[in-house]
């Protein structure tokens, strides 16, 4: 079974940073698509970024320009580098994998709060 784990939130005040964590139980490269959904309160889930095996990336448009997703695939770890983080930002944090099929963490909660 795959399994991803995921670490570093936190609380952290306005224009503060946090980095985000997901490690793979197994080689991330046979993954076409890894990244992170979020989940606020009162809000849908959205998706904030991914990042294709060949290393392309997309974010949803009101991350662009503050957060960053990488890939380190011989630590079989993804990461997203947040900057600039707004209250509006707070939210549970999903790790997921995709191939055939997807594959989620359980969350790691970011506040961002004064």
Known sequence: QVQLVESGGGLVQPGGSL??????SGSIIRFNFVGWYRRAPGKERELVADITSGGTTKYVDS???RFTISRDNAKNTVYLQMNSLKPEDTAVYFC???NMAVYWGQGTQVTVSS
Do not use: F, H, N
């Not at 980095?19 to 793979?24: E, G, I, T």
């Open 96 to 98: 997921y994998a995709q």
């Open 19 to 24: 980095k985000l964590s997901c490690v793979a």
């Open 63 to 65: 991350v662009k320009g």
